[in-house]
């Protein structure tokens, strides 16, 4: 059987990756709950994929949670939603709004087509790039419902923060300001000590 590997990423915040793996079979509900296990973010909120061109513009909706007037309208539900039946294309796109009320919007693309691995739980975490911004007034609590693959766990980006090592650039940072504060600028731009 065949597997669909989509790479999802914050609108906002595009180094901000997961790419999960999924069987035809399975829902837009089992996505969302799987990209959820990778942010910590709770997912029984109301939220939405829509089915997007490749400028991602919003076409038919698929909810999770809908209002009473979405509902009367006969919109696609998650849960009963297969994700094989909304692939039109091997580079399909799909709009994700999380969170209906303080939404946090998503980019979901399918990526490959691969061939299911025999004995393998799916949703299956593939890759995990950078780490799921603070949604307002909540924490974000990891969790590990989500199998992911062995050596994909990217913790680079919690060793420095925006590319700054600090124990050697402040210190760096400590002696510029310690020769400002102690001496005078000569021609060159140097420093001299005033006594």
């Not at 973010?41 to 061109?53: A, Q």
Request: glycine share 6%; no cysteine.
């Amino acid at each position: 059987m065949a597997i669909y590997r989509f790479r999802i990423s914050f609108e906002d915040y595009d180094d901000i990756i997961r790419e999960i793996d999924l069987l035809p079979k399975q829902t837009f509900l089992d996505l969302h709950k799987a990209l959820h296990a990778t942010t910590g973010y709770n997912p029984e909120v109301s939220s939405s994929f829509y089915v997007s061109n490749d400028h991602w513009k919003k076409g038919d909706e698929i909810a999770y949670l809908p209002d009473e007037r979405k509902k009367e309208r006969g919109v696609a539900l998650m849960e009963n939603s297969k994700l094989s039946k909304f692939i039109d294309d091997p580079h399909q796109k799909f709009y994700y709004v999380y969170n209906v009320s303080h939404p946090f919007d998503f980019h979901v693309q399918l990526i490959k087509i691969l061939k299911e691995e025999v004995g393998k739980e799916y949703p299956s975490l593939f890759k995990n790039v950078g780490q799921a911004p603070k949604l307002p007034g909540t924490a974000v609590v990891p969790s590990d419902s989500v199998t992911k693959k062995g050596g994909d766990d990217y913790d680079f980006l919690q060793e420095t923060e925006y590319g700054i090592n600090e124990e050697e650039d402040f210190d760096m940072l400590d002696e510029e300001e310690q020769s400002e504060e102690g001496g005078k600028e000569t021609e060159n731009g140097g420093y001299e000590d005033e006594y």
